[in-house]
């Protein structure tokens, strides 16, 4: 497909596991972005991917939280030992980035994590 | 401080009856204003980027204007359709991060 794919779109595990989330950017964006939104809320950035590279980890909310890009594709955000705040919608979008730097991110449909 | 303020926070409309949504913002050095549009369970869809004050963008029944303080989104003749969340984004100094406004819900009944 053309669009920001991610996976899983649905994700119930039980407080104190470890969640992998993974997001396949539109082909050619060498930007990628991690968003968390909670019920009814605003986007909140978490991470910012140029390349492989992540100049800016300043929006993870702990250190519970990674996330790593490989062959300037594929990303996975990971939780471990999550907790029920965890509960979110975490979103992935791409963009040309690089030197053309105001261009519209793109968004896949998020995976809905519910933490029991 | 950069910010980004929408209003209003819903918005019930009667189906052809036209309304603008605001997208208030103070930035530093404006790099671009977007507007999304989010249905539920759903990722944002891209709409419009405005770049300069003066800028307009049209689609369909949609209209974005742009000032240096804020920027509008004209619904004209609004369909069940158009029902969705409204986000509104600013991108300031930062090469890459966007501010979010909270959205605006439209509701249209028909």
């Known amino acids: 497909g053309a669009g920001v794919s991610q996976s899983p779109s649905n994700k119930v595990t039980e407080k104190g596991k470890d969640v992998e989330l993974r997001c396949d950017p539109i082909s050619g964006h060498t930007a990628l972005y991690w968003y968390r939104q909670r019920l009814g809320q605003g986007l909140e950035f978490l991470i910012y991917?140029?390349?492989?590279?992540?100049?800016?980890k300043s929006g993870l909310p702990s250190d519970r939280f990674s996330a790593e890009r490989t062959g300037e594709s594929v990303s996975t955000l990971t939780i471990q030992r999550t907790q029920q705040e965890d509960s979110a919608v975490y979103l992935c979008?791409?963009?040309?980035?690089?030197?053309?730097?105001?261009?519209?991110?793109?968004f896949g449909d998020g995976t809905r994590l519910s933490i029991l | 401080e950069d910010q980004v303020t929408q209003s209003p926070e819903a918005l019930r409309l009667q189906e052809g009856e036209s309304s603008s949504l605001n997208c208030s913002y103070t930035?530093?050095?404006?790099?671009?204003l977007f507007w999304y549009r989010q249905d539920p369970g759903k990722g944002p869809e891209f709409l419009f980027t405005l770049y300069s004050a003066g800028e307009e963008k049209e689609k369909e029944r949609l209209k974005a204007t742009l000032t240096k303080k804020e920027s509008f989104l004209h619904i004209t003749a609004p369909k069940p359709e158009d029902s969705a969340t409204y986000l509104c984004?600013?991108?300031?100094?930062?090469?890459?991060?966007?501010?979010w406004g909270a959205g605006t819900k439209l509701i249209i009944k028909p």
């Open positions: 984004a600013v991108q300031g100094r930062s090469n890459y991060q966007l501010i």
């Open positions: 991917f140029q390349g492989n590279s992540a100049p800016d």
């Open positions: 930035v530093s050095g404006l790099r671009g």
């Open positions: 979008a791409s963009s040309l980035g690089g030197v053309v730097w105001n261009q519209p991110q793109h």
